[in-house]
């Protein structure tokens, strides 16, 4: 798989949050073309083309879908979220959240931002993998992307 | 005249105190007086501050506790789950049975997480007094717990109770916890019966909800209501101890009182009020 034939963007800091996500996926076949990085800088780097992915990426082929936790290091998933919305050429990514917090100010920050969904991490396995099946019909082979 | 107004003062330095002022008319044969008392109360506020100060902290750990406790409790049973899923094979009987007590602790921890976040959220939320039609209300709990304990016959016997101004949602919530004690606490009676009645004391409506099960050791009820205690073993009845905390907070929030009476094996009831 090459950076340009990407499908999701997996944003999230938690390895163990990130080996279930994309096992759920893989048992589902969407995570053949998924890219999983550990913080905001990376996804920014990797949306934008810039630093590490410099070379390798094309800023104008977009990820199908971009998963994106709010708590990490370095750059958080409010500020990638706010970036990818605000710039004319990556708005249009469709991006959910997906976290632990349930929490009003994070909710309705998203949303404010331009968060296409928020998803709450079931804590309950079967839940969580319900949801992840779910959301990856729905955004990766349901949802019409934008051309 | 008045009591309690809180000015500022200045000392000889300069720099402002906060005092307390109390006036009082004097009848005297001169015509009247007034008399001022001025009251220093520095450390008064300065401890309110730090008792504020305290509480905030202490809300913002439990929220932080409990929030950031779920990551690694959604890895422990994710992993679990596919270790049981994808290794099936490998497992002997025994192997399964340590794979589902793992499960039932991180279910039990999971519970206590979610009761801890919902009593430290109480202490932030604001109080909003609307109108309650307590009768309605009721109903519709019994019906929502009742859903959950469907193989208990209850015998309920709801009198016509008050309505009341309080904050909807944590009333509700009141009456939940109350109600769900009362039936998982009477479930083990050959004739399990509930009653929940109102009357009036002074200026505040009171409610009860009374059960005919296993009761409590009267001598341990000032323990009731903190958070964690319980007065039963786990083995018995499930539960984290947080509900009747969080049913405490939320009455004494709106200006009530929270009290139970009960003996062993002979029922308990709880009571609260509300300011009318």
Not at chain 1, 29 to 42: F, I, R
Not at chain 1, 57 to 78: C, E, F, W
Not at chain 2, 185 to 193: A, D, G, L, Q, R
Request: hydrophobic share 40%; aromatic share 8%; proline share 3%.
């Amino acid at each position: 798989m090459n950076a340009n034939s990407v499908e999701v963007l997996l944003v999230e800091d938690n390895m163990s949050d990130a080996e279930l996500t994309i096992r759920e996926l893989k048992k589902n076949h969407m995570a053949n073309n998924l890219v999983h990085v550990v913080n905001g800088e990376e996804a920014l780097a990797f949306i934008f083309s810039t630093g590490k992915y410099q070379e390798t990426r094309s800023a104008i082929i977009h990820p199908k879908l971009v998963l994106l936790d709010i708590q990490m290091p370095k750059v958080n998933g409010l500020e990638v979220l706010e970036k990818i919305k605000s710039n004319p050429v990556t708005k249009s990514i469709p991006v959910v959240i997906l976290t632990s917090s349930k929490e009003n100010p994070d909710i309705e920050k998203c949303y404010s931002l331009g968060v296409n969904s928020y998803i709450v991490k079931p804590v309950n396995f079967e839940n969580f993998s319900l949801a992840i099946k779910n959301l990856g019909f729905y955004w990766l082979l349901l949802n019409q992307h934008p051309l | 005249m008045g009591e309690g107004l809180e000015l500022k003062a200045v000392k000889k330095d300069g720099t402002l105190f906060p005092v307390e002022i109390s006036l009082s008319p004097i009848n005297t044969e001169d015509g009247m007086l007034i008399s001022a008392a001025v009251r220093d109360i520095s450390s008064r506020k300065a401890m309110e501050a730090a008792l504020i100060k305290t509480n905030a902290e202490l809300e913002a750990f439990t929220y932080s506790v409990s929030h950031d406790l779920r990551a690694p409790l959604r890895g422990i049973i994710g992993f679990t789950s596919i270790l049981e899923e994808e290794y099936t094979s490998k497992l002997d009987e025994e192997a399964k049975r340590i794979t589902g007590v793992i499960k039932n602790n991180t279910v039990k921890m999971g519970r206590l997480i979610d009761d801890l976040l919902a009593f430290s959220r109480m202490g932030k939320r604001e109080i909003v007094k609307e109108f309650i039609d307590t009768n309605k209300l009721v109903r519709d709990v019994i019906k929502e717990v009742s859903q959950l304990h469907q193989n208990i016959k209850i015998n309920w016997q709801i009198k016509p109770l008050k309505n009341v101004r309080g904050d909807i949602q944590t009333i509700r919530q009141v009456w939940i916890n109350l109600i769900s004690n009362a039936i998982k606490y009477s479930s083990h009676e050959k004739e399990p019966t509930i009653t929940i009645d109102s009357f009036t004391d002074g200026d505040q409506y009171c409610f009860f909800v009374k059960d005919n099960g296993v009761g409590f050791n009267d001598q341990y009820k000032h323990k009731l209501f903190k958070v964690f205690q319980r007065l039963h073993d786990t083995s018995q009845f499930e539960g984290t101890g947080v509900g009747l905390a969080l049913v405490e907070k939320i009455i004494s929030r709106h200006g009530g009182k929270v009290w139970a009476e009960g003996e062993v094996n002979a029922g308990a009831c709880f009571y609260f009020s509300i300011p009318v």
